[in-house]
């Protein structure tokens, strides 16, 4: 083993003092399911659940979730008593699997984990079930009014899991630790249809009713629930989109790549393992790019540009039925080997479609938006092997998991070359395939099956463990995004109308280029006369649209407020939001503004957004 021992002991992992840190001894402490979720408070290890069944209604009128769980563990079991996390939920009663009722009692209420849910068992029960309510409180819960649906007519409501918000709509065992098959029965109203994570409807059914199953293990984060007017359309044999009707031609026009994406994901890392791989597009305000639940992706309609510009998000989500589902952070310290890998896998199958040029200005922007973020982060918050004891683990998604993730990989493959890198990844996949995993076992296969065997000595422990970006991160090189940097130059020394024809074939990623490079000292007359030949403040392209308003509020550029407050009131991706009310809050004028545009946005955006948004004006 090469990497430095000492820093796990100074990251507490090991707490007895007697043990000696050997190789050994990690394998031993691993097998023996001694490394703990420290954001769970259930009994996951002891007594862990094997598969649940949802019986729910969804009634929109309340605005809740009414019914029952039914967890079935092992019969053979050394206590009983069986502890759930659950979080705002109203509890009515539990019973086992003969119809006795059980005693329940919870624990002190956290305001990060919620409550210990702990059940007492009758030394016969063979499982239990729990008839229960969600509240308003329920935070992986998004209720939708009709208008603010694409069609205006339907609500709409959907759930979002990760990190550790399930427990919030389930009472169960909610840790990326465990891993549980699942069905479930859905009720909707009229007109509705249910989708999940499992094996899904193609056409609403009259009767209201739809019932899913799960076969594969998946972490409980993972179950995932949409309700909605929605129609289903095929892209190829085994992919199609979910969506409201009056979206459903464009997304699928918008996808239409969805089939050749997973072919070539295959070719890469091995067979596809969940069967169909559908995506659902959600209403504006989904907080995500996208959610990679499994066998449907949940997608923010924010990638629908028009021009097939912004898919690499369901190349990344994809890529996650791999790196994430199919081998799972155990804890989320370890969230990077989540999203590092993800983010590898994505550009890997962006290149295999569009060319190297192309998954190369993804990586630059990527790297870019690395070296921006990694500033605002204390170092602690650096390493990608995190310590998030007491924190929430959604702090843990900045570009430190996703960007330096993927750069530590592409510095591996720089140094054993792509073949080798590519045949370990496979393996890698394979060798741990509906297992959950930590850094520290990472890294000893790592050695064991890719760097030993080439006697590579690396610095491994200073990517994993230390705070910044290593000496010998990979250079991105660019040209296509060399001339667009050329080009602003030009630009400031002439005027917009003369980069028309040089800027005729440029994708998205070249003007995000351009308008992230615009130097700080641009005035409001450039930027209008860059609007007024550009039309940027009513770019039909999201991510162009987040920039160049991030650009018009450095510059009090007011022509394009009207339309960045339509925008803010729109959309809930965090990703847009966080940068652009920061932005905001730096002046006293702006944050003035901000606030009052906020008190009308705020009722449209999920938790996961208000949550950081709050925080952020106040
Ligand atoms: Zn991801």
């Known amino acids: 083993?090469?990497?430095?021992?000492?820093?796990?002991?100074?990251?507490?992992?090991?707490?007895?003092?007697?043990?000696?840190?050997?190789?050994?001894?990690?394998?031993?402490?691993?097998?023996?399911?001694?490394?703990?979720?420290?954001?769970?408070?259930?009994?996951?290890?002891?007594?862990?659940i094997k598969h649940s069944h949802l019986d729910l209604e969804v009634d929109f009128e309340n605005k809740l979730l009414r019914g029952s769980v039914t967890h079935n563990f092992n019969e053979d079991r050394d206590t009983d008593l069986l502890i759930l996390d659950s979080k705002h939920l109203e509890i009515d009663s539990v019973k086992d699997h003969q119809g006795d009722h059980l005693n329940f009692e919870f624990g002190n209420f956290d305001e990060l984990l919620g409550s210990k849910?702990?059940?007492?068992?009758?030394?016969?029960?063979?499982?239990?079930t729990i008839f229960y309510k969600t509240t308003s409180k329920s935070e992986a819960l998004d209720w939708l009014m009709p208008n603010q649906t694409a069609g205006k007519r339907f609500p709409f409501m959907y759930t979002q899991g990760q990190s550790i918000f399930t427990r919030s709509w389930i009472p169960i065992q909610d840790t990326p630790g465990l891993r549980i098959t699942y069905s479930a029965n859905i009720k909707t109203p009229k007109n509705m249809m249910a989708v999940m994570s499992a094996s899904n409807p193609q056409v609403q059914h009259s009767e209201n009713s739809y019932n899913f199953e799960m076969k594969q293990p998946i972490p409980p984060y993972l179950i995932a629930?949409?309700?909605?007017?929605?129609?289903?359309?095929?892209?190829?044999?085994?992919?199609?989109?979910?969506?409201?009707?009056?979206?459903?031609?464009?997304?699928?026009?918008?996808?239409?790549?969805?089939?050749?994406?997973?072919?070539?994901?295959?070719?890469?890392?091995?067979?596809?393992?969940?069967?169909?791989?559908?995506?659902?597009?959600?209403?504006?305000?989904?907080p995500f790019g996208g959610m990679e639940n499994p066998r449907l992706t949940f997608a923010t309609p924010t990638i629908i540009a028009g021009d097939r510009s912004l898919v690499s998000l369901i190349a990344h989500e994809l890529a996650h039925s791999w790196s994430g589902n199919l081998v799972t952070n155990a804890t989320w310290n370890d969230f990077w080997l989540n999203e590092g890998f993800t983010v590898y896998f994505e550009r890997r199958i962006m290149e295999s479609l569009y060319g190297k040029d192309y998954s190369e200005m993804l990586?630059?922007?990527?790297?870019?938006?690395?070296?921006?973020?990694?500033?605002?982060?204390?170092?602690?918050?650096?390493?990608?092997?995190?310590?998030?004891?007491?924190k929430h683990p959604d702090d843990a998604m900045t570009d430190i998991a996703y960007e330096k993730g993927y750069f530590f990989l592409r510095m591996l493959e720089d140094h054993v070359g792509r073949e080798k890198m590519d045949s370990f990844l496979l393996r890698y996949f394979n060798d741990h395939k509906f297992k959950t995993i930590i850094t520290e076992e990472?890294?000893?296969?790592?050695?064991?099956?890719?760097?030993?065997?080439?006697?590579?000595?690396?610095?491994?422990?200073?990517?994993?463990f230390e705070p910044g970006i290593p000496a010998n991160c990979p250079k991105v090189k660019?040209?296509?995004?060399?001339?667009?940097?050329?080009?602003?130059?030009?630009?400031m020394f002439s005027d917009a109308r003369s980069l028309k024809e040089k800027t005729a074939n440029w994708s998205t990623h070249e003007w995000l280029h351009f308008i992230k490079h615009l130097p700080n000292n641009i005035n409001v007359d450039q930027?209008?006369?860059?609007?007024?030949?550009?039309?940027?403040?009513?770019s039909g392209n999201s991510e162009i649209l987040a920039l160049w308003f991030l650009q018009s509020i450095k510059s009090d550029y007011q022509p394009a407020f009207e339309n960045l407050e339509i925008f803010l009131i729109k959309i809930g991706r965090r990703k847009f939001l966080q940068p652009l009310y920061l932005e905001l809050s730096k002046s006293k004028k702006h944050k003035i503004w901000a606030k009052e545009v906020y008190k009308k946005a705020r009722d449209n955006y999920h938790y996961v957004s208000f949550n950081t948004i709050d925080k952020l004006l106040n």
Not at 231 to 244: H, I, L, N, P, W
Not at 527 to 538: A, E, G, I, Q
């Open 225 to 286: 629930l949409a309700v909605g007017n929605l129609q289903f359309k095929s892209v190829d044999y085994r992919t199609g989109v979910y969506a409201e009707p009056s979206m459903l031609d464009e997304c699928v026009d918008e996808l239409t790549d969805m089939g050749k994406m997973v072919d070539v994901a295959e070719n890469l890392y091995g067979k596809y393992d969940w069967d169909r791989y559908d995506v659902i597009v959600l209403p504006p305000s989904f």
């Open 478 to 491: 660019s040209v296509r995004f060399e001339n667009a940097a050329s080009l602003v130059d030009d630009f």
């Open 1 to 48: 083993m090469k990497y430095h021992l000492s820093t796990l002991v100074f990251l507490g992992i090991y707490t007895m003092s007697s043990c000696s840190y050997s190789e050994e001894n990690i394998k031993k402490e691993v097998s023996n399911h001694l490394i703990m979720d420290s954001h769970t408070l259930s009994n996951y290890k002891e007594l862990p």
């Open 527 to 538: 930027l209008r006369d860059l609007d007024n030949v550009f039309n940027f403040s009513h």
């Open 363 to 390: 990586a630059l922007l990527g790297y870019q938006d690395l070296v921006e973020e990694i500033n605002d982060l204390e170092p602690d918050m650096q390493l990608l092997r995190l310590n998030m004891l007491g």
């Open 442 to 464: 990472f890294i000893i296969y790592l050695e064991n099956n890719l760097l030993n065997e080439y006697n590579e000595k690396l610095n491994i422990n200073e990517w994993i």
């Open 117 to 128: 849910f702990s059940i007492q068992l009758y030394k016969e029960s063979k499982s239990v």
